[in-house]
């Protein structure tokens, strides 16, 4: 279970317009299509396909970050 000391540095991690090194970012990306995957596959129900979406969109998200910092240089 996790106590307010290790969730910590997952919630820092997790904050909108913080870049991430590209090792974080790929275990991010992977986490949120392993997650979009396991809603897909579960009953279609609103809600299931409402997270599968959302993590769909956050590992999107992730790889318009690796693209825009790979254009930068």
């Known amino acids: 279970m996790a106590t307010a000391t290790t969730a910590a540095p997952a919630a820092h991690l997790a904050r909108p317009g ?13 986490n949120a299509l392993s997650c979009a995957l396991y809603f897909v596959r579960q009953d279609a129900t ?14 999107l998200t992730l790889l318009k970050q690796a693209s825009a ?5």
């Open 46 to 59: 609103p809600q299931n396909l409402w997270a599968a979406t959302a993590r769909t969109n956050r590992a």
């Open 69 to 73: 910092e790979l254009r930068r240089g």
């Open 18 to 30: 913080r870049a991430l090194d590209p090792i974080q970012r790929q275990a991010a990306l992977e």
